[in-house]
């Protein structure tokens, strides 16, 4: 019964807890949030994947605790870069080759590689076999490549294996 009725209960409470972040925690809202909860993921289809389980928590942590450091290192460098002379870019789009099967691990990876200024993934390949990314600067794509594998998509394996 109470599948029926929560048939995605951490998404429930995602949604009761970004609308109160979003609207106020007042009492009215948290009903409204509540009542969004219960009735949001009712409307929705089921997901077309199965949930990933969580197979390495602590390299979960360690790999945010990297993606964070990641973020606030390439935020200083693009700015350096961007308020430096023109020469300093040199942007490339480099093809990652993947090593990840999941569809919810390569999301994931796009995503971390996505968060980090100075790189954007583009594309993933029909077969999910390549990643499109692009490098705001990038003397060497090889290295680009091999640098965004070792730091994200090693962890990820094991996260997601």
Known sequence: MLSRVFPNP???LAIL??????????PG????????????????????????????????ARLAAVVLHDIVKSNVEVALRILGPEAAIRPAFVWVPLDLRSPQGIAVFAS????????????????????????LHAEDPAAIAAEVKARYEAPLLEVFR
């Open 29 to 60: 809202q948290a009903l409204l949030g509540v009542a969004l909860g219960i009735g949001l993921p009712l409307l929705l289809p089921p997901p077309a994947f199965p949930a990933p389980r969580l197979r390495a928590p602590l390299t979960a």
């Open 10 to 12: 951490i998404g429930s």
């Open 112 to 135: 971390i590689i996505t968060m980090t200024p100075g790189t954007l993934s583009c594309e993933v390949s029909e077969d999910r076999r390549w990643l499109l990314v692009h490098a």
């Open 17 to 26: 807890m970004l609308w109160l972040l979003l609207n106020g925690a007042t």
